[in-house]
């Protein structure tokens, strides 16, 4: 069964909404803004794609943002963008799921956290820091501010957990448990995460470019990328369909990339996936990568299939102008350890 | 939901505070034992030393010489009981190297890059070692046992707070009768963590003495660890292997009660809801229940919507909270309980609800106080989580005992 | 008074309630419910900002519940603790 993409809510270094990324796939590609962290006795800027939630106001009261973090208003603002996009934030909540990937969680609140016991002792450790501190922080805000009764769900794999997540929208979809489903991922760039990818990779080694395998020059950022989901049938599919999505590792064999597709590849400029990728058989076949939209976080593949279910929308493989024809799109991640996760889509 | 076909259960590893395996966990039960005690593996400077329910230093298998290991507690606790699992369904390597092994695992603390001596060095401008957050990043608890059985099937780390056990077995359910793999590892793990244990404490909702669900003098929970893990088998493998299945997933549900971030619905919607779904898919009935293995966290919020579920949609069905003998092992919570819900079908009793002995006016239903023996060929086992989570599970006994 | 004038900075302040001023506050103000909306988990969250501030311990709910009416019925509580 096919799963119809009826709406995208997207919020990241270039913008908010579908359109916003739509320019930034163009070429018109966004600037980085700037991170800054503590480095030992130094503070560092680092270049960084950095999301603004300002657009909430559309949608909620400040009132109700009162305990809600940057990382689960990221969250929120996707999840309303999708529902807006698609024309359906009257949607039925009790049938609506959500769905929500994150590879870090919401990493400024857990560090702000440990900083209330640390700084004032134990007894005064922040139950609303806390709270807010668990992965699935997120979701539950989205589920109560839209009332959403269906299931709510939250998975944690670094790179794989939009693949991972989207195993079980599709499967939720397939087994009638609800009639849309919201699927996201998010993921924030805060001042440690800055601090370790310093430590781990140094500034980016010359400008940001995924393609070029072999280079470390990843540039850090956030956001959050929303699809909203139904059956075929039961919803419009402005964006086309999600046809399929396998995980598994690539020493054993598992991966078989379908004929005739055209490849968004997940590639984000970090030096160890990218040797990954530089090996694949992919001569010969169209393939492009879209993260200098983005930027680099584990969530990226939910910007890939925001990007490919564009490309779908306007039959235009970005950031070129030419024709998709007859072919599908298939949105591939891999990881450092050697695991996929491929996600076919088709007009 | 409409009907869904069995899944078979040809495997169980379960390990926490009152035993290091499945076996001893079930004599601790029911013999009504428990180990509540002070946190022994860190200090804290909270007024009162809340007690918790925790393992020894070393898990089962590990020697003195693992002291570094580079993997954090979690997923080690993952890794024994995926380890148990797999020798109880009698798998080898070589087995599984031939199958297509999917590994879905809950947690909370698994997930958490929240490594307390690290960034108390961060905040005081050194340049600690990354080694506690290369160890994180090696320590996915779904990944890190994938990894060390070589399997290649999907792989997820549900986050779903204190639901994630059984959001993980039901899940895992869902992949096998959708053809996704042949075998699926699916559980929780949770550690025992200093800054969980802030957080709980922090929510006052822990309580200064062992835990008394559904007691009227309920103050709260224990935080406990464990882990526990189930070897779902598809349909055709388990023709083809023709094993003895130690149990079934039957039904599973969930939804969310869409109304705070920590405090469960007082109406109990998405719990009723959840419960409603995992039913239907599993063509049963309440009167098919022989138990249910309730949430019983012992806060006094928790108690009160689950015990007025209880007594509405599933009156006279002897219920109990195991959370008196392992804590409240988050992550692992739901998972530890299937095992417990399957070994109690298994010998067709209950224990007796430890922690309960005082009934609470306000709650309209009470857990048995005694080891209850049981008819019946099913039950069911629920977690209520942070964010509004419910989920459920019917499981179902294996064949002679039930009628799957 | 003292106490009321800080504790109404201090609500607006840690528990998020920057879209009102402190004009609007007054002792009479009901914490909880149909007054600021307060609700269960800023009742933990309140328990630390106290001890923070003022250094006194709040042990367990039934032991907050009566103070916790009013700005004023807190900030007479907590008056009260930081004079014995």
Known sequence: MRIAIEGLGLVGGFGFGADALRNALKGNLPSPGTLRFPYGDDSIEAPAFMADTAPLDQFVTKRSLRRIDHFSRMALLGAYGALDDAGRLDSDPARLAVVVGSGYGASATTFAFLDSFIQDGDSCSSPTHFSNSVHNAAAAHISISLKATGPSLSVSQFEMSVPSALLCALQMLRENRADRVLLGGVDEACAVLGYCRQRFFGAPQGPFDPLDFGRQSAVAGEGAAFLLLSREGQGEARYGYLNDVQMGRIDQGGLRLPEKSALVLGADGHQGCGRLYQSLPIQGRAHVCHAQAYGSLPVGPAFDLAAAALSLKDDRLYPGTESLGDRSLCCLKLAEDGNFGLVSLSG | ?404 | MATVAKLKSILIEDMNLEDIAPEELNADTVLFGEGLGLDSLDAVELVVVIQKHFGVEIKDMEEGRPAFQTIGTLAAYIDEKTAA
């Open chain 2, 1 to 404: 939901m409409s009907f869904q076909s069995p899944v078979a259960i040809t495997g169980i590893g379960a390990l926490c505070a009152v035993g290091s395996n499945l076996n001893e966990c079930m004599e601790s039960l029911y013999a009504g034992r428990r180990k509540v005690a002070a946190p022994g593996a860190f200090s804290s400077s909270h007024g009162t030393a809340w007690p918790v329910c925790e393992m020894a230093a070393l898990l089962p298998g590990e020697q003195e010489q693992d002291a570094e290991p580079d993997l954090l507690r979690t997923s080690r606790l993952g890794l024994a009981a995926a380890r148990e699992a797999l020798s109880d369904a009698g798998l080898q390597a070589a087995d599984l190297s031939r199958l297509r092994v999917g590994v879905i695992m809950g947690t909370t603390v698994g997930s958490a890059m929240n490594n307390e001596a690290f960034y108390r060095q961060y905040r005081q401008g050194e340049h600690p070692e990354m080694a506690p957050i290369e160890r994180y990043l090696r320590s996915n608890p779904a990944a890190a046992i994938a990894r060390a059985f070589a399997l290649s099937g999907p792989c997820q780390t549900v986050v779903n707070a204190c639901s994630s056990g059984t959001d993980a077995i039901g899940l895992g359910a869902s992949w096998i009768r959708a053809g996704l793999c042949d075998l699926v590892l699916a559980g929780g793990a949770d550690e025992l963590c200093r800054v969980t244990y802030n957080g709980f404490s922090s929510l006052m909702i822990t309580d200064a003495g062992p835990c008394r669900p559904f007691d009227v003098r309920r103050r709260g929970l224990n935080l406990g660890e464990g882990a526990a893990v189930l070897v779902l088998e598809s349909e055709s493998l388990h023709r083809d292997w023709s094993r003895n299945e130690r149990g079934w997933v039957l039904g599973y549900g969930s939804a969310c009660d869409a109304y705070h971030l920590t405090a469960p619905r007082p109406d109990g919607l998405g719990l009723k809801k959840a419960i409603a779904e995992a039913l239907s898919g599993s063509g049963r009935k309440v009167e098919d229940l022989a138990f249910v293995n309730a949430h019983g966290t012992g806060t006094p919020d928790n108690d009160r919507v689950e015990s007025r579920v209880l007594s509405e949609l599933m009156p006279g069905v002897p219920f109990l909270s195991t959370k008196g003998f392992t804590g409240h092992t988050l992550g692992a919570a739901g998972a530890l309980e299937a095992a417990f819900t399957l070994a109690c079908l298994e010998q067709a009793r209950i224990p007796a609800s430890i922690g309960f002995g005082c009934a609470d006016p306000e709650l309209p239903a009470a857990p048995v106080t005694e080891v209850t023996e049981i008819e019946g060929g099913c039950a069911l086992s629920e977690s209520l989580a942070f964010g509004g989570n419910n989920a459920v599970l019917i499981l179902g006994a294996k064949r002679g005992i039930g009628c799957v």
